[in-house]
C-alpha cells in the first residue's frame, strides 16, 4: 500500500522532475509534493527547441507542455519557480531554496526528496568563450535569445555535431543562414561508428552545411561587426551567432555539497530504485549514473525517455518500496534528422566495445525501407553488433531516409529482450510493400551474421587499397556502364560462373554491388570455386 | 558439412520455392535443382499485384524479380515453367511432371523434394461464379485481367474485406471506379478484434468506399451489360467488375494423394525443419501448417514472410540437417493501409483468444506517433493483449495514419523473445520530436498495463449505455465546446478536485478526454475521494 503521509520535494520541475511529481500524485491524492525549479518554467518540451528556432514548430505556446500554474491544478502541488535549492540539510532531513537573486531562502521539510537537475551545457574556458553571441540550448530562454539572435543573423557557426548540434545546423538553414558545423572528431556524431556518417556528411554538405571535421575550436574574437571562430589548423570561420553544443556536465554540485556518491564524470550515482547513497534522496535524469541495461556497467544517458521513467520509478519506489519495480538499466537509443537522413543508433558501437576491450562481432547489411518494386524505396545502412561467443546483441546504428527509427526500435527491443544476433532472422515484421519487404532488413542482418558465423559469408567494409585485389562489379552491365566503378570490372551476376575464368585464383577478389547482396551471393560462387573473394558490405 | 551430390526438386516457383533453391545453390554450386512451376513465371512479387492494377506501380516488369532465365541464370539451376507435378512415387524418390497441355510427362527423381505450391483463392459454388467478370487475384496473369476489365468498367465489387480485399477497394478507387466492399462479418479486417476496425471504416466510406458488412453474397446474375452481386438481406448491387477475396485454399491435391500428411484445414503438416511426414519431402509456403510460435498449437499463416524463411530453412536441413536451426513457429503479424489509414497487428487478438478460451488480459491506449507539438502528429490507437497470470504478451492491434507498422513491429520483436506487458514500460525507443515521444504509445500500453494489474487503472472500451452513469469530459472547456459529447458534462481536469462535489458518489463515473490519458488521471483522483470511476480507453 502507497504512503500517503510523505512529504515530497522534487528539485526540478522538467522531464524526470514532473514525472516523479504526476506518478506520486496518482498514487496519492493525500501525499504533499512540493516542485522546486530553478528557471521559470516547469515541464517544457526541451527537445523540441530548436524546431522553434528553425520555425518548423510556428507557436512557441506548445512547448510549455504546463504552466506553473496549470501544473500545479492538474496535479494539486505546489510549484515554486525561479527557485534555487542551494543546500541539504540529510541529518534533519531538510532542503534549503530560496527565489532566485535573493540570500536568505528557508528551509523546506521533507520524507522524500527527488534531486532532477539536469546537466548543463558545456562551455569551455577558451579565450572570447565569454562574447553574447555565443550561445547554448538548455531552456526556453535560450531558445528566444538564439531565435532573436539568428532573426539578424547571416552567419551561423554551429560547434559539436552530436544530435543538437546535427538539429540546430538543420534549422539555422532552414532559416537561410549561412552554416558552418565544427567537429573535433573526424566525423559526425562521434556517437556512431565513423564509417556509418558517411551519408548524412553528404546530405549536409548537398544542403549546403560548411561541414569542418577534425577541428577543434580555439577561440573567438571580435571582429567589427562579427565574430572569429578560430579553429584548429588555422582555419577562421566568420560568425553573427555561435551556439555550442559540445555536451553537457551533470548539475551535481547541490548532491555533492551533501556527500552524496558521484560518479568518476560527475554525475549522482544511483541504484535501481533511483536512490542515492542516501536511501531518502532519490536522482533522476540526466544527472544521474545508473547502469548499462546490456553490460551493468555504469552509465550515464541524458536523454528524455530514460529521464521520464527515472522520475516515474522513483516516485513508486518512495511510496511503496515493497511494490516498485526496479530500473533494468539504460541501453542509449537515439535517433536525429537532418535535411532528408536520419542516423540512429541503440546501445553499443564497435568505437565503444574497442575501448572498452569487449569482444564483438558486426555485420553490415544495406536494403530498401520497403518493397523495391513499390515506388519511393530508399536505402537503409544497418549495422548490428553482437557478442563474441554468446551472439547476445549488444548494439545497431542505421543511415538512411526512411524507416531508420522503426528497424533500430526493433533491435532496441531485441537488445532488452537479450535477444541473440541469430534471432533477428526470423522476426516476422509487418510486410506490405509500402511497408517493409518479406525479408527486412533487419532479417537480412541476422541472416547475414548467420552466414558469417558458419564461414559463408567474407565481409569487407571498405574496397582494398592493395592493387593486386581484383575488383569485380556485378551489377547488371547497364547500370555498371551508367555509373562505372573505377579499378572495377564488370562481370554481371548472371554470366560469373561463365566467365570466372577471367579472374585470376591466385590474387584476391573483392565483388561489389548496389546493396551488398548479389555481391554475397557471387562471392559464394568464387569462393566454392577455387576463389578467395569478399564482399564489399552495404554495396555502392 | 553440406552435402554436394543432393538432387533437389522444387516444386512452385515463387516465395518459398524461390528461397529454397536460392539458399541451396549458396550452400553449395555442386548440388543439382529444379524448379517445378505451374504458371509461366516464378519469383514474381505477388504481394504488388494490387497496386499494379491501382496504377500505383507503374511498371509490370519490375513485379517480375526474376523472369526463369535470369533466375536460372543467377542461381546455375534449371526452370521449367508451365510445368504441372502431378504425381510422387515416393518409393522410388521421384515425381512425375508434365508440361501444361500435354498427356504423358517424364519422371524427375529427387533425393529431396520441396512442396511449395502456395494457396489458391476460394471461389465458392455460388449461382453465375463461372461469369467471367467475376475475378480473383493470385498471380500476374490474374493482375492483367483484372487491370484490362477495370479499364472498362466503371463499378467494381470486392467481396471480402481481408487485407487483399481493402487493397483492391483502395486501388480500384484510385482509378476512379464506384467500389463497393462486401464483407460476411460484421466488421473489415476480421482477423482483428471488431472495435479497432472503426477508424478504418471511417476512412473506407470517407473515401467513396460503399461498405456493406454482415452481408453474404448468395449469387451473381447477368443483368443486360452488368452483374448483379445479390447479397443477404435482398440487397442487390450492381457490377461490371467483381474481384472475390475471401481467402485461400491451400494447394495439398499432390500431397494429400501421396499420403502426406494433412491438417485440419488440408494445409500439409510440417516439422521445425519443415519435414512433411516423409522426411525426405519437405513442404513451405502457404500450403503448410506448421505451429504458432506463442502457444505451440498448429498453424498456418499464408503471409510472405514465413514462407521465405520457411523455403530457406528447408534447404538449411536437407543440405546439411546437423547445422540447420529450427523454425521457431509463425506469429502472424500484417499489415494494410487503406487511403491514409494502416492498420496492423501481431499474433492473437481478443476475439481468437475467446474462441480457444484462453485467459488474457487487454489494455487499450491512443497517443500521438511522434511529440504531439511537433507538427504533423497523428494518433495511434493500440491495444495490447497478454496471458494472465504470467505476464506474456500474446498480441497487439495498432490503427492510425503514420508509424502503426513500427509500433506493431516493436511488439512482434516482443513476442519473439517472450516478453511480458510489463517490459514494455522501459523499452526505450528513438525519441526525437519528428520520430516519436519520451514515451511512446508502446511504453504506455506498458505503463497503462501496469496500472491495470495493480489496480490503478479501471478502463471501459465504450461509454456505458446505462443511464444511471454520469460521462465526465476532463477536456479544457474550450475542447469540449468546441466539439460538445450528448449526454457528458464538462468538468476539465484542472478543476476536477474543486468542482467533484457536484457529482454524485452513489452513481458510477466514466471520465473521457482525447486519448484516455488525463481522463485516466480524472478517474485516480475521483476513486480516492470515493466515487466509483472508469476511464474510457483511448478517449474520444
Known amino acids: 500500500m502507497p504512503r500517503e503521509d510523505l512529504k515530497i520535494v522534487v528539485i526540478g ?19 504533499s509534493i512540493t516542485i522546486v525549479e530553478r528557471g521559470p518554467d516547469v515541464s517544457f ?31 494539486g502541488l505546489e510549484v515554486r519557480t525561479n527557485t534555487e535549492a542551494v543546500e541539504i540539510d540529510r541529518a534533519a532531513k531538510r532542503v534549503r531554496v530560496r527565489k532566485t537573486g535573493t540570500e ?21 574556458p577558451l579565450p572570447g568563450i565569454d562574447d553574447p553571441r555565443i550561445h547554448t540550448l538548455r531552456n526556453l530562454q535560450d531558445m528566444d535569445a538564439i531565435k532573436a539572435a539568428a532573426a539578424k543573423a547571416r552567419k551561423a557557426v554551429v560547434v ?56 577543434g575550436i580555439e577561440g573567438f574574437a571580435s571582429a567589427g561587426d562579427s565574430l572569429q571562430c578560430r579553429l584548429s589548423g588555422g582555419v577562421s570561420i ?52 545508473s547502469f548499462d541495461r546490456i553490460t551493468g556497467r555504469p552509465s550515464a ?36 534528422r537532418a535535411f532528408g537522413v536520419t542516423c540512429a543508433m541503440t546501445g553499443w558501437s564497435e568505437k565503444r566495445l574497442k575501448s572498452e576491450a569487449i569482444a564483438y562481432k558486426a555485420v553490415t547489411v544495406k536494403d530498401n525501407h520497403h518493397a523495391s518494386y513499390y515506388p519511393g524505396a530508399t536505402p537503409i545502412t544497418l549495422r548490428v553488433i553482437w557478442e563474441e561467443g554468446t551472439g547476445r546483441i549488444l548494439g545497431a546504428q542505421a543511415s538512411g531516409q526512411e524507416g531508420v527509427d522503426k528497424r533500430i526500435d526493433v533491435i532496441a527491443t531485441a537488445i532488452a529482450a537479450g535477444m541473440c544476433i541469430e534471432d533477428l532472422s526470423n522476426l516476422e515484421l509487418c510486410y506490405a510493400p509500402p511497408f517493409g519487404s518479406a525479408k527486412d532488413v533487419v532479417n537480412l542482418a541476422g541472416l547475414a551474421a548467420e552466414n558469417l558465423v558458419d564461414g559463408l559469408l567474407t565481409q569487407v567494409n571498405e574496397l582494398p587499397k592493395d592493387a593486386l585485389a581484383q575488383v569485380i562489379d556485378v551489377r547488371p552491365a547497364k547500370l555498371f556502364q551508367s555509373a562505372p566503378r573505377p579499378n572495377a570490372t564488370s562481370i554481371p551476376m548472371d554470366c560469373l560462373r561463365a566467365r570466372m575464368g577471367e579472374l585470376d585464383k591466385s590474387r584476391p577478389v573483392v565483388t561489389v554491388c548496389a546493396l551488398g547482396k548479389t555481391s554475397y551471393f557471387a562471392a559464394r560462387v568464387l569462393n566454392q570455386n577455387g576463389f578467395s573473394a569478399k564482399s564489399l558490405a552495404a554495396g555502392v
Not at 107 to 123: F, Q, T, V
Not at 185 to 211: C, F, I, S, W
Open 13 to 31: 520541475g522538467v522531464a524526470a522532475g514532473a514525472s516523479c511529481a504526476a506518478r506520486a500524485r496518482r498514487l496519492s491524492e493525500k501525499v
Open 104 to 124: 536568505e531562502g528557508e528551509w523546506l521539510s521533507y520524507d522524500k526528496l527527488l534531486l532532477a537537475p539536469g546537466a548543463s551545457p558545456l562551455r569551455p
Open 160 to 215: 559539436g555535431a552530436g544530435f543538437i548540434g546535427l538539429e540546430m545546423a538543420e534549422q539555422f538553414r532552414h532559416l537561410g543562414l549561412d552554416v558552418s558545423l565544427v567537429e573535433l572528431q573526424p566525423q559526425l556524431l562521434p556517437q556512431l561508428d565513423a564509417d556509418m556518417t558517411g551519408q548524412l556528411l553528404r546530405e549536409l554538405r548537398q544542403n549546403g552545411v560548411d561541414v569542418h571535421l577534425g577541428s
Open 238 to 289: 566568420e560568425a553573427d551567432i555561435v551556439v555550442l553544443s559540445i555536451g553537457v556536465r551533470p548539475d551535481s554540485s547541490l548532491a555533492a555539497a551533501a556527500g552524496l556518491t558521484l560518479g568518476k564524470r560527475g554525475h549522482i550515482v544511483v541504484n535501481e530504485f533511483m536512490q542515492t547513497s542516501d536511501p531518502d534522496i532519490y536522482a533522476a535524469g540526466d544527472a544521474v549514473e
Open 301 to 336: 544517458v541524458p536523454l528524455g525517455g530514460p529521464a521520464n521513467r527515472q522520475g516515474r520509478l522513483a516516485a513508486c519506489h518512495m511510496m511503496d518500496p515493497e511494490s516498485a519495480r526496479p530500473y533494468p538499466g539504460s541501453i542509449g537509443t537515439a535517433v536525429v
Open 45 to 75: 518540451a526541451n527537445c523540441g527547441l530548436p524546431y522553434h528556432i528553425g520555425g518548423e514548430i510556428a507557436s512557441r505556446d506548445v512547448l510549455s507542455i504546463h504552466t506553473p500554474q496549470s501544473l500545479s491544478a492538474m496535479l
